[in-house]
Nanobody, 117 residues
Framework: QVQLVESGGGLVQAGGSLRLSCAAS????????MGWFRQAPGKEREFVAS????????DYADSVKDRFTVSRDNAKDTVYLQMNSLKPEDTAVYYC??????????WGQGTQVTVSS
């Protein structure tokens, strides 16, 4: 089992920045991939960014490319999402996703990000 806890969400004005953290605990040695997804009210959950745990490979949704940066700290079992130049359309609940080599998928409980115009 892997447990994921997100933090760092909040209210920010358009153009501002936030950094989300996702701390993993449990059987983290088996981690293959971690990603960030978001879900706005009335919309489906969508991919934001991802990082592979044992490589430098990252991926981003077109809507956040050049504004968001995903990174990981393997020693702390934590993945981060640095969000700059935030826009009102970035408002959503942000979820952390972990995929293990088994493979098994885990989700965090989510953290709210609200961007005011």
């Amino acid at each position: 089992q892997v447990q994921l806890v997100e933090s760092g969400g909040g209210l920010v004005q358009a153009g501002g920045s936030l950094r989300l953290s996702c701390a993993a605990s449990g059987r983290t040695f088996n981690t293959y991939y971690m990603g960030w997804f978001r879900q706005a009210p009335g919309k489906e959950r969508e991919f934001v960014a991802s990082v592979y745990w044992n490589s430098d490979l990252t991926d981003y949704a077109d809507s956040v490319k050049d504004r968001f940066t995903v990174s990981r700290d393997n020693a702390k079992d934590t993945v981060y999402l640095q969000m700059n130049s935030l826009k009102p359309e970035d408002t959503a609940v942000y979820y952390c996703k972990c995929v293990t080599y088994d493979p098994t998928i885990y989700w965090g409980q989510g953290t709210q990000v609200t961007v005011s115009s």
